[in-house]
């Protein structure tokens, strides 16, 4: 499954769509104040009264619009993934799938087909912070030659339920409860763990959601998956399933429980901000497409049904074939106008890609327009800029709230002679489409397929298939959202669900929460899929942000170097220091500090560095911040390097041991007694950096004083 890379290539920001919206941007440097009728405007500053002192005039017409415009600029927020952001960017592929399927996206490598992609939490308002614990949405939109492709994803590969008719009860529950909207973008509460213990199909999911891919460190760093089984559609109208993930190159990696908490307080746009500053710096984003693609007659070849949604195919049996990549690499110019405006649908195709009988899938086709027509103000949310597809629009469709288009004719239905059948319709060989003939036979009836009972073996298989570190977190998780739960009904009901999935996860579930695990029901794992734990993903210290504390003296040749190095290893540094007034080194050269103690937080970086220099070292002492920056980077196992007197500075937090003891260190805790590192010392602070964390770092009593 190594991924393909055809070379750094300069993004194409001058790409199809981008020309498209460029009719749309309108820039107001340099020019005059109008209104929307394009009045020049004499004041901007004062209402019209009857004197300075006197009534507002309603004839101000300039007020009144100004107002109005103001009262109305809001629309409803989604339901759910109401907080996302979004970016630009382009696909391109690396080789054909044409003997699977017929999409000239995915067949002709010499396109680069743009699109957007929005990443996003679920339950969520608008308002609420980025690192919650909680799905990501990873929604992509290709603006290719034949239309708009929607591939409309999560950073997980399954869901909760099985159909979609449960699932307005499923946010229902996930929601802040109705008698107090409490708690906001949280699950640790009674009525989504009453939900999860009365609804035993969601056990795969929950184990996904209690892991850390619930908490990605980034966007840029989580997977994206289409969830449900689609269809490839050939030339010659074979069929095969098909389902879509899109890997980072960057890796997948996460933050800590208790980070997260932190972050939420002290920036709580995290990952917005982080991907925003990553496309400003050059930094381009880059996930890599891959399928896993199954014959038809093999539909029936597992021990699980394909079109289960809360059921993955591992990787070890279907492998991954990588076939292109995406690169996101434009901001958008207006988050409302781009963000907030597009529109998603699963069922937005092209040729070559269809459906399958999944129920969850069929119940979203409706869903999504459904809800845009609420959100965007009726069914021309079509020809909103980010939503309009490159090609040509041609129908019969007319009128409705906000229609931009006007269309000369006397003619608005099919068929009509009085414009020669115009807009006519086209055989698939021309590019029109159609949908894949499938036999479909059966009695209407309320019911799920047999195929479908099976809550368990994909929840244990997950359980088995992480590492110690992943299980013990996947533990606290689950501890601390029981936690919150108030009855020990719920509580116990919980545990016996899981009892069924791991006889040893419910256990130290139940120890925590004080319930009682049943022994001798749990499901045996059929296999371990090693792709699921996020231990075997990419390493690297690219794009990674470092802390670099320094103060009074600080040896400028280090610092130097340094910078120097982190900047060659793609990782970027901010300067740290007691304030932000300018600091001197030890030749007299002048540093800015980008941060200070008051506004940073160790959260915020990946890795933190303490300069040498013994009056800085007592400058960063004297404030008791520091030591709390040292001791949080290192309970979250981040890598902390200290030179010289800097090393004073993680003793006090208590982060490195000091020179009477053996000598050893905590893992990840890089020292130097000598006044100046050297290259090799840089070298292995970016080693360290890139990987994520020092989990096998004992958090020892006497270190955390």
Do not use: C
């Not at 997260?260 to 880059?286: C, H, M, S, V």
């Not at 499901?523 to 670099?548: C, N, Y």
Request: glycine share 8%; no cysteine; net charge negative.
């Amino acid at each position: 499954m190594e991924g393909k890379d055809n070379g750094k290539k300069s993004p194409s920001v001058d790409n199809a769509k981008q020309k498209q919206l460029n009719a749309y941007r309108v820039t107001d440097q340099g020019e005059a104040l109008t209104t929307n009728q394009g009045l020049r405007v004499e004041d901007d500053e004062h209402s019209l009264k009857v004197g300075p002192r006197g009534p507002t005039i309603m004839e101000d017409f300039h007020f009144r619009e100004k107002m109005t415009h103001f009262d109305h600029e809001r629309i409803p927020e989604r339901v759910v993934h109401a907080r996302g952001f979004g970016a630009h960017g382009e696909f391109e592929l690396y080789e054909s799938l044409a003997e699977y399927t017929k999409a000239k996206f995915l067949t002709d490598t010499s396109l680069r087909t743009p699109l957007f992609v929005r990443f996003s939490t679920v339950a969520g308002s608008r308002g609420s912070s980025d690192t919650v614990r909680d799905v990501r949405g990873f929604a992509v939109k290709f603006y290719t030659e034949e239309g708009n492709y929607d591939l409309v994803g999560n950073n997980m590969p399954v869901f909760f339920i099985q159909d979609a008719v449960k699932f307005p009860d499923f946010i229902h529950a996930v929601k802040p409860e109705p008698p107090n909207e409490i708690p906001q973008a949280s699950s640790a509460h009674d009525t989504f763990w009453d939900f999860v213990g009365m609804n035993t199909e969601t056990a795969h999911m929950i184990m996904w959601v209690m892991s850390g891919r619930a908490l990605p460190r980034s966007f840029r760093m989580m997977e994206g998956f289409g969830v449900h089984t689609f269809r490839f559609v050939n030339e010659q109208g074979k069929s095969h399933f098909v389902k879509f993930h899109w890997k980072p190159k960057l890796g997948v990696h996460s933050l800590v429980w208790d980070e997260t908490q932190k972050i939420a307080g002290k920036d709580p746009d995290f990952n917005r901000r982080d991907l925003w500053n990553a496309i400003e710096q050059g930094n381009y984003p880059e996930f890599e497409l891959g399928v896993q693609i199954l014959k038809e007659e093999d539909e029936f070849s597992f021990d699980f049904d394909i079109l289960d949604a809360t059921k993955l195919w591992p990787e070890e049996i279907v492998p991954i074939r990588i076939v292109g990549k995406m690169t996101l690499t434009r901001n958008t110019d207006n988050f409302f106008a781009e963000t907030e405006q597009v529109a998603f649908h699963v069922g937005h195709l092209v040729p070559g890609i269809d459906f399958t009988n999944d129920p969850l899938l069929q119940g979203r086709l409706f869903s999504y327009t459904d809800t845009q027509l609420l959100r965007l103000g009726g069914p021309n949310f079509a020809e909103i800029p980010i939503n309009r597809p490159i090609t040509p629009v041609h129908n019969n469709q007319r009128d409705g709230m906000h229609r931009m288009t006007i269309n000369p004719g006397q003619t608005s239905y099919h068929k009509n002679g009085l414009a020669n059948n115009d807009p006519a319709p086209v055989p698939p060989s021309e590019g029109g489409y159609r949908h894949y003939e499938e036999k479909v036979d059966g009695r209407k009836i309320k019911a799920r397929s047999n195929s479908f009972e099976d809550h368990y073996s994909q929840a244990s298989m997950f359980w088995h298939s992480m590492s110690p570190v992943e299980q013990n977190q996947i533990v606290n998780a689950f501890r601390f959202e029981l936690g919150k739960v108030i009855s020990k009904q719920i509580r116990q009901r919980v545990v016996d669900v899981f009892s069924h999935v791991a006889e040893d996860l419910a256990e130290q579930i139940a120890e925590g929460i004080g319930a009682t695990a049943t022994k001798g029901v749990a499901t045996e794992p059929t296999a371990i899929s090693p792709a699921l734990s996020m231990m075997t993903k990419t390493k690297t210290a690219a794009t990674r942000k470092v802390a670099v504390m320094l103060g009074t003296g600080y040896r400028t040749a280090e610092v130097q170097a340094l910078l120097k190095a982190l900047t060659a290893a793609k990782v970027r540094a901010d300067i740290v220091s007691k304030t932000l007034v300018p600091v001197s080194g030890n030749d007299g050269t002048l540093i800015e500090p980008q941060q200070s103690l008051l506004t940073a937080a160790s959260v915020l970086y990946d890795a933190v560095y303490v300069a040498g220099g013994a009056q800085g070292a007592d400058e960063l002492l004297s404030d008791i911040a520091s030591a709390g920056f040292v001791r949080e980077a290192f309970q979250h196992y981040k890598t902390i390097a200290a030179v010289g007197d800097g090393v004073r500075l993680l003793i006090a937090a208590g982060a490195a041991q000091d020179a009477g003891s053996d000598g050893s260190q905590p893992a990840g805790v890089l020292l130097t007694g000598q006044e100046s590192a050297d290259a090799a010392f840089f070298t292995s602070f970016i080693d360290g950096i890139a990987q994520h964390r020092h989990w096998d770092r004992v958090l020892q009593p006497q270190l955390l004083k």
